[in-house]
């Protein structure tokens, strides 16, 4: 059974209350999601291997650690996954970055793919799928299946904002995909967004409409 973190670092909810709020523009908005990113992937990374390794300090040789085993990338969910992406690069610069491209069907509410693009080596990485929002988690769940498909065994999914309906989702179609939620929220509306929610996650970060 995967694992599902709620984040409860008191910067976190902080910069996503602030975000939450309507008057927040634009520039603002895509500033504090690429921080809340950085901090979800510390978070999201806490349990990465490590091995010893021999290094010269200025001083003497000693011993240190370093990330083993696999390498990493990330892989938004376009287009409101890329706002994600270079919080998580600040944390990991060395990660490859994929991308996969759905957008949710207005009658059906399914998602519908249009592009993917991923690393050559995808399927020896651990991936972390970003998201920033997972309302009724078709996208997520369409998404991972995709990198399953590829042969991407070792995933893990981050979203800001979760609404319980998305995570119920995952949980029956991923049960072996972690999840790491920056805030769980109450339920989605009649029209699949999510409530108290942050409105279009897309549309914040690029000024659209």
Aim: hydrophobic share 40%; aromatic share 6%; with cysteine.
């Amino acid at each position: 059974m995967s694992k599902i973190q709620v984040m409860d670092h008191p910067l976190i909810r902080h910069k996503i209350t602030y975000i939450r709020q309507e008057k927040v523009g634009s520039k603002e908005f895509r500033e504090i999601v690429s921080e809340i990113a950085a901090l979800m992937c510390y978070e999201a990374s806490r349990d990465l291997k490590l091995e010893k390794v021999k290094i010269r300090t200025p001083i003497c040789e000693t011993y240190g650690e370093e990330l083993s085993g696999k390498k990493l990338a990330v892989v938004p969910i376009l287009r409101a996954g890329l706002g994600m992406v270079d919080g998580i690069l600040k944390m990991i610069p060395a990660a490859k970055v994929g991308h996969i491209g759905l957008y949710r069907d207005p009658e059906t509410y399914e998602p519908v793919e249009y592009y993917c693009k991923l690393p050559a080596d995808c399927n020896e990485r651990e991936v972390f799928v970003v998201d920033p929002m997972l309302a009724t988690g078709g996208s997520s769940a369409a998404a991972i299946q995709m990198l399953k498909d590829k042969g991407v065994k070792y995933i893990r999914f981050l979203c800001i904002i979760a609404a319980p309906e998305g995570v119920e989702r995952m949980k029956a179609e991923h049960p072996d995909v972690d999840l790491y939620i920056g805030a769980l929220d109450d339920h989605l509306n009649e029209h699949k967004y999510i409530v108290p929610g942050l409105g279009d996650a897309g549309d914040r970060i690029f000024g659209t409409k």
